[in-house]
C-alpha cells in the first residue's frame, strides 16, 4: 500500500538552526512529491514540489528539498530557521497518473525565539 | 480572495443529523478533491472529481458520504447520519489538470465538524 512516513512528530528548534526534516515513501512507481506547510490558523500552503529533473529542489521561504530515489526520500531543509517558521509540515506523494495525495502524520516544527 | 472557499467553517450537530458541507473551487480549476483530516495526522483522501465526473473514491467514504459537483464548478460533500467519529475537518482541494497531469494542488481553509 502507498505511506509516507514522517521520522519526527515535534521538532524545537532556535531560531538560526538548520533544519532537516525526513519524509520516506512506499510506493511501487514515478511519483509526483510535496511538502506543505500550515501556519498555526491557516490553510495548507504549497512549500515546494518535486514533478521531474533536479532532484533538488526549492521552495518559498528558504526552502530545499532534495529527492534521492534509492532511498525513496524526500527530505526537506532550511539553513537556518525563523521564528516565523513554527508550522507543521506535511510531506505527500501523489502517484504519476493519479489524483489523489497521500500525505504523512505531519511534523510540528517550534522554533524558539 | 481567488483561492478555494469553503462553506460553512465550523459545524456543530447531534449525531445522526445529516450535515452537508460546500467547496468553490479556484474558477479555472477542474479537478476538485477531499480530504479529512483528523487531530495529529495528516489528510486522508476521500474522493475526486474532474469536471462532473467523480473518478476515485476512497474505501473510508462509506455509504453514509456521497459527493456531488453537478455542473463541474463547486461540490457539496454530504454525511448522513452523522457519528462521533466524523468529528474531523473536511479539506477542500482544487487543481489545473492538463491531460494526464493532474496538476498542483491547491487547499481551502476546511470546515471543521464536531458531532456530539
Known amino acids: 500500500a502507498q505511506s509516507v512516513s514522517q521520522h519526527n512528530h515535534h521538532v524545537i528548534l532556535s531560531e538560526a538552526a538548520s533544519l532537516e526534516l525526513g519524509c520516506n515513501y512506499s510506493?511501487?512507481?514515478?511519483?509526483?512529491l510535496f511538502w506543505y506547510v500550515q501556519y498555526p490558523g491557516q490553510h495548507l500552503q504549497l512549500l515546494l514540489k518535486?514533478?521531474?529533473?533536479?532532484?533538488l529542489v526549492k521552495g518559498i521561504k528558504g526552502f530545499e528539498a532534495e529527492f534521492i530515489k534509492s532511498k525513496f526520500s524526500f527530505n526537506l531543509r532550511k539553513p537556518s530557521v525563523q521564528w516565523s517558521d513554527t508550522a507543521e509540515y506535511f510531506c505527500?506523494?501523489?502517484?504519476?497518473?493519479?489524483?489523489?495525495?497521500?500525505f504523512g502524520q505531519g511534523t510540528e516544527l517550534s522554533v524558539k525565539p | 480572495d481567488t483561492g478555494v472557499s469553503q462553506d460553512p467553517r465550523h459545524k456543530i450537530t447531534k449525531r445522526g443529523q445529516n450535515v452537508t458541507f460546500r467547496c468553490d473551487p479556484i474558477?479555472?480549476?477542474?479537478?476538485l478533491y477531499w480530504y479529512r483530516q483528523t487531530l495529529g495526522q495528516g489528510p486522508e483522501f476521500l474522493t475526486y472529481?474532474?469536471?462532473?465526473?467523480?473518478?476515485?473514491k476512497s474505501r473510508l467514504l462509506s455509504d453514509r458520504f456521497s459527493a456531488e459537483r453537478p455542473k463541474g464548478s463547486f461540490s457539496t460533500l454530504e454525511i448522513q447520519r452523522t457519528e462521533q467519529g466524523d468529528s474531523a475537518m473536511y479539506l477542500c482541494?482544487?487543481?489545473?489538470?492538463?491531460?494526464?497531469?493532474?496538476?498542483?494542488?491547491?487547499f481551502g481553509p476546511g470546515t471543521r465538524l464536531t458531532v456530539l
Open positions: 482541494a482544487s487543481s489545473l489538470g492538463q491531460g494526464s497531469l493532474p496538476g498542483t494542488q491547491y
Open positions: 510506493y511501487g512507481g514515478t511519483v509526483n
Open positions: 518535486y514533478f521531474s529533473g533536479d532532484p
Open positions: 505527500a506523494v501523489k502517484g504519476f497518473q493519479g489524483g489523489k495525495l497521500i
Open positions: 474558477s479555472e480549476h477542474n479537478r
Open positions: 472529481f474532474q469536471n462532473e465526473a467523480q473518478l476515485e
